[in-house]
């Protein structure tokens, strides 16, 4: 018989949560498929934390821990993995598993006593570590991996991986799968939290999918497969794959080249040669997610090769240039100015296409009355914080179609994003192509760059391995991502 490890019954939290009925039982693997972003956050918390609850009943192995009658807002014990690691960086691993660890009352810190259960732990998963290596010297792989035993160590009721396709390179997640049945098979449960359903299939035993905040089909093994979940993603099928957009790509390259990369030796980054052709989209996927940081730093001017040269439009690269557009990882963070307007966000980077813009209040209002549709009105007196996560997204990308940059790279766009801002990221990406814009996209994870693509290019070691046109994309058989149709 199977062991219950958690049930909601009838959970509502209203506006974000409507009806929620899940059942997770111990040693298995669940997706969680966000199709929009709506619930998602509050539900996690209700897995981590027995909060007021307008409807429903919380069990935790067969406990009632929460109801809509009383809340004790005490923590469950659930891992949650994410991008930001739980281990502390500065510390070894053997600190992080057992000093760390709940209830330690060692006194006297015995190290190779420490290293030698380390090990111990480490060789069913036939992973390899120095004692006494510090976490910061670790990858993201070995990491994850890391707070697996962590979690194990603690007796986690449950574990929340959320969207570790974004930190973890695709080679790192192949790997994943008998690191996911090992501890499973020992009891422990896992949820996979992501917004791709390629993603979720590859790991889970079964799925749930969830939309505007309510759990809108429960998906059993024979039920996992593209064929089902295009009757519930209709709406990406027929805007982005069935549409007119894909006629833009039947056209041939221009000849002027705006990004040349020449023998480009960097860190990680061995005898790179790229050539970006005007107009062009290029994926670059680094499934090793060895070298796409150090190539943005290259890209934004703040260092310079080691031997080799990169060139755009002819020069290096500027931060001052803004012909140039970078956009980092999740960019509603980091490229957001909390301390400005909405307004002063949207505009940051047209001054050099009108003039005056920041002595001309008049010139900015007119610019802000056309900008009403798709942001609100009194723009002025409005800062980002006061929207979400989708909001601040629009906002970047829009002043990026203000900036009229003619060369653009991003890293992992579609990455922590659900399926109806893929829609309107994907619809932006056709605006900056028929303006002529040449993009670059640094992704370890396809997710639906392969959308927007001319071309693909492997790379392995620091270098080009592989290049696939556009009508060569179905020979790769990555993890993660759907492809042109």
């Not at 909060?51 to 919380?58: A, D, E, K, P, Q």
């Not at 359903?197 to 996992?224: T, V, W």
């Not at 179609?401 to 309107?424: G, H, N, W």
Request: aromatic share 8%; charged share 20%.
């Amino acid at each position: 018989m199977k062991e219950e490890v958690f049930r909601l019954e009838q959970v509502s939290l209203p506006p974000y949560l409507h009806d929620i009925n899940i059942h997770l039982f111990k040693g298995e693997i669940v997706g969680l498929i966000g199709l929009n972003a709506l619930g998602i956050e509050q539900l996690l918390t209700i897995f981590q934390k027995n909060i007021s609850l307008h409807y429903g009943h919380v069990y935790c192995k067969d406990e009632l821990v929460n109801d809509y009658l009383s809340s004790n807002h005490k923590q469950n014990n659930i891992t949650v993995i994410e991008r930001k690691s739980m281990l502390i960086d500065t510390l070894s691993v053997e600190e992080n598993l057992f000093i760390l660890k709940k209830g330690c009352k060692q006194h006297l810190i015995r190290y190779s006593l420490l290293s030698n259960q380390m090990q111990q732990l480490l060789a069913p998963l036939h992973l390899k570590l120095a004692n006494k290596t510090l976490v910061a010297e670790l990858t993201s792989f070995e990491k994850l991996v890391i707070q697996f035993i962590k979690a194990q160590l603690s007796r986690s009721s449950m574990v929340i991986l959320k969207d570790i396709s974004t930190f973890v390179s695709e080679i790192d997640l192949a790997k994943l799968k008998p690191i996911l049945d090992y501890f499973s098979a020992n009891g422990m449960t896992f949820l996979y939290v992501c917004n791709h359903h390629q993603e979720a299939f590859q790991f889970s035993n079964r799925c749930y999918l969830m939309r505007e905040g309510k759990i809108i089909k429960h998906l059993y093994p024979d039920q996992m497969n593209d064929t089902i979940i295009s009757q519930y993603s209709y709406e990406f099928k027929e805007s982005i794959e069935e549409g007119s957009r894909q006629d833009q790509y039947s056209k041939p390259p221009l000849s002027s080249r705006d990004l040349v990369c020449s023998n480009l030796w960097y860190h990680d980054i061995k005898q790179l040669n790229i050539e970006l052709h005007a107009g062009e989209t290029v994926v670059l996927l680094d499934s090793e997610n060895m070298i796409l940081d150090q190539l943005f730093v290259l890209l934004s001017g703040v260092d310079v090769a080691d031997s080799g040269s990169l060139l755009i439009h002819g020069k290096r690269p500027s931060l001052a240039d803004r012909s140039i557009a970078l956009v980092p990882e999740k960019p509603d963070q980091s490229l957001i100015f909390p301390q400005l307007s909405v307004m002063d966000n949207l505009l940051f980077t047209s001054d050099h296409k009108v003039p005056h813009l920041w002595l001309n209040r008049k010139r900015r209002a007119a610019l802000g009355y056309e900008l009403q549709k798709r942001f609100g009105n009194r723009l002025t007196d409005k800062v980002p914080s006061d929207f979400p996560q989708s909001y601040r997204l629009r906002l970047v990308y829009q002043r990026i179609l203000l900036q009229k940059p003619t060369f653009l790279c991003v890293v992992q766009p579609f990455a922590s994003i659900d399926m109806y801002q893929r829609m309107e990221l994907i619809s932006t990406y056709d605006v900056l192509k028929q303006r002529g814009t040449t993009i670059l996209i640094l992704a370890v994870s396809l997710s639906d760059t392969l959308q927007i693509a001319d071309r693909l290019l492997l790379c392995k070691n620091g270098q080009i391995e592989r290049q696939l046109l556009r009508h060569e994309f179905s020979q790769y058989n990555g993890i993660v991502g759907s492809r042109p149709t």
